[in-house]
């Protein structure tokens, strides 16, 4: 695959993405692969009814069963979708904690700075004040 200088964020988000898909499709197999043959067994029956009404019968539940597998994969998958937003969001607000943190400190500090400041200029207009010696008044 050619790299067109796209975003190399949502790339990697893509990556990411197919691989988490690609590991749901095999883990999704495999359930089903497993699940297959407990089925056969449970839905056999000891004796086989080889009777057209039992075959169709069994071939309603198999297409009902795969309905729900079906079904069940699609709201996992929606499951895992919801998750991997939640996750990102869960990014996304932490950096802005983050930022708003620094912001907060800045300001504290900026507060402290300007209230040494006002300290000074009070100190410094009240200390002229306090060591002027009096004035006469010439007569």
Known sequence: MEQDGGDP???SELNCENRKL?????????SLDEMLPC???EEVPD?????PDSFTHYQQQVKELRETVNTLLEEKKEFVCQIHDQQRQIE?????????Q??????????????????R?????????????????PD
């Open 9 to 11: 964020r949502m790339e």
């Open 22 to 30: 690609k590991y749901l499709s095999l883990s999704s197999r495999n």
């Open 39 to 41: 089925i056969s067994l």
């Open 47 to 51: 004796s086989p009814d080889t009777s």
């Open 92 to 100: 996304e607000l932490t950096v802005q904690s983050e930022k708003e």
């Open 102 to 119: 620094a912001e907060v400190k800045e300001l504290r500090d900026t507060i402290e700075q300007q209230s040494k400041t006002i300290k």
């Open 121 to 137: 200029f009070n100190r410094a207009q009240t200390t002229p004040h306090q060591t002027r010696p009096h004035q006469t008044t």
